[in-house]
Nanobody, 122 residues
Framework: QVQLVESGGGLVQAGGSLRLSCAAS????????MGWYRQAPGKQRELVAR???????NYADSVKGRFTISRGNAKNTVYLQMQSLKPEDTAVYYC????????????????WGRGTQVTVSS
């Protein structure tokens, strides 16, 4: 199994910044892509940003120019630098990783963190 633990969420005023971190641990063979998703009350979970092992990134249109995803050199961590936060960014943010674990055989499996709350006040 692979465990993902997010940190860095909190309450911030509109226009402020937060940096989310996610660290993967466990019986990891390799991790491919990692990303951040978010879910606001009454809405579907949506992709915020994604980064491949090689560094290719994708962003939701709503966060382009404001959020930056990056990955640690060891490739088992992912970060989301959030700037110019808006109230509509309020959501639970979940870390996601596609990984192979020793107990998953040859299969790539999606793993999810438990989420961290980001609240942006107006």
């Amino acid at each position: 199994q692979v465990q993902l633990v997010e940190s860095g969420g909190g309450l911030v005023q509109a226009g402020g910044s937060l940096r989310l971190s996610c660290a993967a641990s466990g019986s990891i063979v390799s991790i491919n892509a990692m990303g951040w998703y978010r879910q606001a009350p009454g809405k579907q979970r949506e992709l915020v940003a994604r980064i491949t092992r090689g560094g290719s990134t994708n962003y939701a249109d709503s966060v382009k120019g404001r959020f930056t995803i990056s990955r640690g050199n060891a490739k088992n961590t992912v970060y989301l630098q959030m700037q110019s936060l808006k109230p509509e960014d309020t959501a639970v943010y979940y870390c996601n990783a596609g990984a192979r674990a020793y107990d998953s055989g040859s299969r790539w499996v999606d793993y999810w963190g438990r989420g961290t709350q980001v609240t942006v006040s107006s």
